[in-house]
C-alpha cells in the first residue's frame, strides 16, 4: 500500500466496473478512503458493492452507493456519504456514462439523447456542484471529469459526442471558479478496454470514422487493441497530489504508456474591418485567402451512395 493520498476521501461514479473500479482500487492502494458508485445493484461484471469488497479486502476503507447521479437530490446524497463515513470530501473522480445505441442524429430518439447526457453531462454537474461546497469551506480539493476523443466531433453517436464536449466546457468553467480556494478541476481522455469500448457494435463505427477522417490510422489502430482499465489510475492520482496543485482546467489523454496534453483552442487568422459591416462579397474574396489559410475540411461532402 502506497501513501499519496493518505487520509484523502474519493468518490468515484461509475465505479463497479471498468476505469472506474480501475480507479477506486489504485486510490485506495495510495491510502485514499473510497465511495464507490453505481445505478443499481447487480450489475453484470461487478457493482459499486463488489468494489468496495475488492478495497476492503485488501486492507483499505470503501463503502457503496447505489444512486442515480442524473437527480440533482440523489447526486447530493451520494457526496454526503462521503462526509458520513469518512468526514470529508478531497477527490471527486466523474466517471460515469452511457451508451444509449449508436443512431445517426435523424434517427436519435430524445430518449436516447436525454439518458446520455442527462448521465454524462448533468450526472458530472450534479456531484460537482454538490461536491464544490465542501471543497471551497476546506480550501482543497480535486475534480477529475472523464471525456472522451468524442469531444472533437465524431461520427453518428452525436449524443455522446455531445455530453463529452459538454464536459471539458464543464470542467474548463469549474477550474476557474474554484482555483482561488486550492480545487483543481481537470479532464481526461481514457484509452481503455472497457464493456462500453470493446462492443462488437463499435468495430464498423470505428472504421467508419477513421474513414470520414475524424481520427487518425494511428488513433484507429490504438482502438483496436486497447490496454486494461488498470493504465489509466496512476496519472489520474498523481494529478490528485500537492505536486499537481498548478495543473488545472486541462484535458489529457491517457492510452497506456503515452499521456498526452489537448491544445487549448485559440482563434487565427484574423480578417479585420475598423468600420461598416463586411459584405458577402469581400467574405468571398477574403475568408478562402486568410481566414482559412492551411484549413483542411475534416468533414466533406461524400454523396450517399
Known amino acids: 500500500m502506497g501513501e499519496w493520498l493518505k487520509d484523502k476521501v474519493a468518490v468515484i461514479t461509475g465505479s463497479g466496473q471498468g476505469i472506474g473500479r480501475a480507479i477506486a482500487l489504485a486510490m485506495a492502494k495510495e491510502g485514499a478512503r473510497v465511495v464507490t458508485n453505481n445505478r443499481r445493484p447487480g450489475t453484470p461484471g461487478g457493482d459499486a458493492e463488489t468494489t468496495a469488497k475488492e478495497i476492503i479486502d485488501m486492507g483499505g476503507q470503501a463503502v457503496p452507493f447505489f444512486a442515480d447521479i442524473s437527480k440533482f437530490d440523489v447526486a447530493e446524497k451520494l457526496i454526503q456519504t462521503a462526509v458520513d463515513k469518512f468526514g470529508r470530501l478531497d477527490i471527486l473522480v466523474n466517471n460515469a456514462t452511457v451508451y444509449p445505441g449508436y443512431p445517426e442524429p435523424w434517427e436519435m430518439t430524445e430518449e436516447q439523447w436525454d439518458s446520455c447526457?442527462?448521465?454524462g453531462l448533468k450526472g458530472s454537474f450534479n456531484c460537482t456542484r454538490h461536491a464544490c461546497v465542501l471543497m471551497k469551506e476546506q480550501r482543497w480539493g480535486r475534480i477529475l471529469n472523464a471525456t472522451s476523443g468524442a469531444w472533437l466531433g465524431t461520427i453518428t453517436f452525436s449524443n455522446y459526442g455531445a455530453a463529452k464536449a459538454g464536459i471539458v466546457g464543464l470542467t474548463r468553467s469549474v477550474a476557474r471558479d474554484m482555483a482561488r480556494f486550492g480545487v483543481t478541476c481537470n479532464a481526461f481522455v481514457p484509452g481503455a478496454a472497457t464493456r462500453g469500448t470493446t462492443k462488437e457494435i463499435l468495430k464498423p463505427w470505428r472504421k467508419r470514422r477513421y474513414e470520414a477522417g475524424t481520427i487518425t490510422k494511428e488513433q484507429s489502430e490504438r482502438?483496436?487493441?486497447m490496454p486494461p482499465?488498470?493504465?489509466?489510475?496512476?496519472?489520474?492520482?498523481y494529478l490528485c497530489t500537492d505536486e499537481a496543485a498548478d495543473i488545472n482546467g486541462q484535458v489529457f489523454h491517457i492510452n497506456k504508456g503515452r499521456i498526452a496534453l489537448y491544445s487549448t483552442p485559440k482563434d487565427e487568422n484574423p480578417i479585420v474591418k475598423e468600420e461598416g459591416l463586411w459584405t458577402v462579397e469581400e467574405l468571398v474574396d477574403l475568408v478562402p485567402k486568410i481566414v482559412l489559410k492551411g484549413y483542411n475540411n475534416p468533414t466533406p461532402f461524400?454523396?450517399?451512395k
Not at 482499465?229 to 492520482?237: A, K, S
Open 302 to 304: 461524400l454523396p450517399v
Open 117 to 119: 447526457l442527462d448521465v
Open 229 to 237: 482499465p488498470e493504465t489509466v489510475p496512476p496519472f489520474l492520482i
Open 223 to 225: 482502438n483496436l487493441y
